[in-house]
């Protein structure tokens, strides 16, 4: 059993930061890709940024220069450092990984965690 769990959401004002954390736990052999998404409500679930297990990053054009995503392949953890936070930045944070188990690779999905951005 794979677990993401996710931590470090709240409420910032304008210009504030913000880090995520997310730990994968359980039988885990590797883990590959890792990403943020987020939703905001009435809106469909986006990707924030990713980053492969080799440390290649992608950031969605909203964030980029602003959000920064980083990993700890020893711990299965993966981190968004999230600077110069805006309105439309609220939303529910979604970390997302693809997994390796004894059974293969999985793709699994945290539970979310709340960043709310108001004055």
């Known amino acids: 059993q794979v677990q993401l769990v996710e931590s470090g959401g709240g409420l910032v004002q304008p210009g504030g930061s913000l880090r995520l954390s997310c730990a994968a736990s359980?039988?885990?052999?590797?883990?590959?890709?890792m990403a943020w998404y987020r939703q905001a409500p009435g809106k469909q679930r986006e990707l924030v940024a990713a980053i492969t297990s080799s440390g290649n990053t992608n950031y969605a054009d909203s964030v980029k220069g602003r959000f920064t995503i980083s990993r700890d392949n020893a711990k299965n953890t993966v981190y968004l450092q999230m600077n110069s936070l805006k309105y439309e930045d609220t939303a529910v944070y979604y970390c997302n990984a693809d997994i390796r188990t004894v059974v293969g690779y999985n793709n699994y999905w945290g539970q979310g965690t709340q960043v709310t951005v108001s004055s």
């Open positions: 359980g039988s885990i052999f590797s883990a590959n890709a």
